[in-house]
T-cell receptor, first 114, second 115 residues
Framework: EAGVAQSPRYKIIEKRQSVAFWCNPI?????LYWYQQILGQGPKLLIQ????????DSQLPKDRFSAERLKGVDSTLKIQPAKLEDSAVYLC????????????FGPGTRLTVT | GNSVTQMEGPVTLSEEAFLTINCTYT??????LFWYVQYPGEGLQLLLK?????DKGSNKGFEATYRKETTSFHLEKGSVQVSDSAVYFC??????????????FGKGTKLSVIP
């Protein structure tokens, strides 16, 4: 079974530029999560989707971050414009719909904002 | 809301040493508790879980017991290997009755095992 795929693995941008991350969850997983993991900290949930609907985006900085999951499968997370404090690893995870706390994580995208 | 506190790292052990990584929690009710592991260059993986008080989760030689008296879920392994070098995260739902299966993670404890 293929795992959660993310791309790119690494990205370096200057502040005020834009960036987008892509995630393809495990086939059949209706729930998708985006986390931000700052160095030395645990992952923090940014947004949770159930199919193509948003379950929780209360910790998403909506003035600069946006995410979509148009067909209930792949998802894109965008930052526009980026700030220095956005430097982090962005993790995507997926799980079976409403059945489990067991989340399957992708390898993450390491973003450096200079 | 619910929260978790992990021991600060990094932890460096020799191969075959005994490992304990402390985790304590603050929670309403008795939520499920989890340990996730992140190997270098990889995403997080569920290591083990316990769904109710006094449960013991175990996997790959690791164990953790859900102790409501001390609000703890310490991770232990009797004999660590170099391949256990990773970052370990304690986690629980953010609040009682979350229903959306979110998780709140601790800051992580980095373990390095030397031959």
């Amino acid at each position: 079974e293929a795992g959660v795929a993310q791309s790119p693995r690494y990205k370096i941008i200057e502040k005020r530029q834009s960036v987008a991350f892509w995630c393809n969850p495990i086939s059949g997983h209706a729930t998708l999560y985006w986390y931000q993991q700052i160095l030395g900290q645990g992952p923090k949930l940014l947004i949770q989707f159930q199919n193509n609907g948003v379950v929780d985006d209360s910790q998403l900085p909506k003035d600069r971050f946006s995410a979509e999951r148009l067909k209930g499968v792949d998802s894109t997370l965008k930052i526009q414009p980026a700030k220095l404090e956005d430097s982090a690893v962005y993790l995507c995870a997926s799980s079976l719909a409403g059945m489990t706390y067991e989340q399957y994580f992708g390898p993450g995208t390491r973003l450096t904002v200079t | 809301g619910n929260s978790v506190t992990q021991m600060e790292g990094p932890v460096t052990l020799s191969e075959e040493a005994f490992l304990t990584i402390n985790c304590t929690y603050t929670a309403t009710g008795y939520p499920s508790l989890f340990w996730y592991v992140q190997y270098p260059g990889e995403g997080l993986q569920l290591l083990l879980k316990a769904t109710k008080a006094d449960d013991k989760g175990s996997n790959k030689g690791f164990e953790a017991t859900y102790r409501k008296e001390t609000t703890s879920f310490h991770l232990e392994k009797g004999s660590v290997q170099v391949s256990d070098s990773a970052v370990y995260f304690c986690a629980l739902p953010p609040y009682s009755g979350a229903g959306s299966y979110q998780l709140t993670f601790g800051k992580g404890t980095k373990l390095s095992v030397i031959p």
